[in-house]
Structure formats: structure tokens, C-alpha cells
């Protein structure tokens, strides 16, 4: 069964402090892993694909990386508006949808 | 160009009542999918339509579910006798093609008293 376990549940950052996180995920025959940022009241907002181990993909102060097990969304100096909620999800081999974390809610304090 | 667009954007209805839900796909996608996000709850996959072919329903909670896509583009999820575990957010998202990034919508908030 397809599984997606995101750490922490929730990060307060000082602005320009960097910091990771974590999404580990169990899944038959991996497509793709995929991050979102979503704000409140807002539908998730696609940030990156990742398709195999050792994939990176970067974007502004965003940066994630792939392994057999896990993603890591590194973010650089983060700034308040990076504050949001931050999903991840899985698509298998055998599934047509998404299979999402919980996510991890990150605040950014000026 | 435009995104994917849901209506209405919040409907409280009554227990036991029918109600349906719009999905406006980005032009040009062929997939479109239906999710449900529930408090303190990741989204939840509900249905799936692939072009002309028959939908992957393996999501749908119950048989007061059902989905409709016409003519390849708008979406209707229709909920009938709905119960207060209905209560949701349901996203809709659409891509070019089963295996490509997904974008959503922002939902239609659901609240039945």
C-alpha cells in the first residue's frame, strides 16, 4: 500500500533561516513524486517533479532532492511569504491519482 | 492562461439534501480528477477521468458519489442524501495527460448542517 509520511507537521523559520523538509513515502513502482505549496482557502499549487533517485529540481529559494525513500524540500533564506502549507505526493506504477501527505505547515516570522 | 476553475466556491446545504459541484479543466487537459480535503486530513483521491475512456471510480467513498464528465471537458460531482462526514473541501484538478503535474482548483468548501 502506497504510503506518505511527511516531517515535521509544522516549522516556524526566522526569516534567512534555512532549513529541510522531509517526505518519506513506500510506493509500488514510483512515477513520480511531486511537491504542492498550498496557502489557506487556496488549491494546492505545483512546485516540482521529481522522477528518479538522485533528481534535483530548483526553483528561487526552493530546492528538492530524491532518493529511493525520500524528498527533501530544502529551503534557503526563506522570506514571510514562503510561509504556506507544503504537500507531497506520490503517483505508482499501478495508480492514476496522487497519494499525498499531510503536509508540513511552515511559517516564516519577519 | 486560465487555470482550473471550480463553482460555487462554498455551499452550505442541509442534511439529506443532493448537490452538485463544477469543474472547469484547463483547456486542453485530458485528465481530471476529484479530491477531497478534510481538516487535519491529506487529499483524499475520489475519481478519475482519462480522455474517452471508462473513469477509475476506486476512490469514491460511497454509492451517494458519482462523477460525470461531458464532452471530455466540465466535471460534475453530484453527492446525493448528503451526511455531515460530507463535509469538505473538494479539489478538482486536471493535466495533459495521466503522468503529467496536476493542477487544481480551489475547491468548493461543503458544509452540511
Known amino acids: 500500500e502506497d504510503q506518505v509520511t511527511q516531517s515535521p507537521e509544522a516549522l516556524r523559520l526566522q526569516e534567512g533561516e534555512s532549513s529541510s523538509l522531509n517526505c518519506s513515502y513506500t510506493v509500488s513502482g514510483l512515477r513520480g513524486l511531486f511537491w504542492y505549496r498550498q496557502d489557506p482557502g487556496k488549491g494546492p499549487e505545483f512546485l516540482f517533479t521529481l522522477y528518479s533517485a538522485g533528481e534535483e529540481k530548483e526553483k528561487e529559494r526552493l530546492k528538492a532532492t530524491l532518493t529511493k525513500k525520500e524528498s527533501f524540500l530544502h529551503i534557503t533564506a526563506p522570506k514571510p511569504e514562503d510561509s504556506a502549507t507544503y504537500l507531497c505526493a506520490v503517483q505508482g506504477r499501478r495508480a492514476n491519482n496522487l497519494f499525498f501527505g499531510t503536509g508540513t505547515r511552515l511559517t516564516v516570522i519577519p | 492562461g486560465a487555470g482550473v476553475s471550480q463553482s460555487p466556491s462554498n455551499k452550505v446545504t442541509e442534511k439529506g439534501k443532493d448537490v452538485e459541484l463544477r469543474c472547469d479543466p484547463i483547456?486542453?487537459?485530458?485528465?481530471l480528477y476529484w479530491y477531497r480535503q478534510s481538516l487535519g486530513q491529506g487529499l483524499e483521491f475520489l475519481i478519475y477521468?482519462?480522455?474517452?475512456?471508462?473513469?477509475?471510480k476506486s476512490g469514491l467513498p460511497s454509492d451517494r458519489f458519482s462523477a460525470e464528465r461531458t464532452g471530455g471537458s466540465v466535471s460534475t460531482l453530484t453527492i446525493q442524501r448528503t451526511q455531515q462526514e460530507d463535509s469538505a473541501v473538494y479539489l478538482c484538478?486536471?493535466?495533459?495527460?495521466?503522468?503529467?503535474?496536476?493542477?487544481f482548483g480551489d475547491g468548493t468548501r461543503l458544509s452540511i448542517l
Open positions: 484538478a486536471s493535466s495533459v495527460q495521466g503522468n503529467q503535474p496536476q493542477h
Open positions: 477521468f482519462q480522455g474517452n475512456s471508462a473513469p477509475d
Open positions: 483547456s486542453g487537459h485530458t485528465a
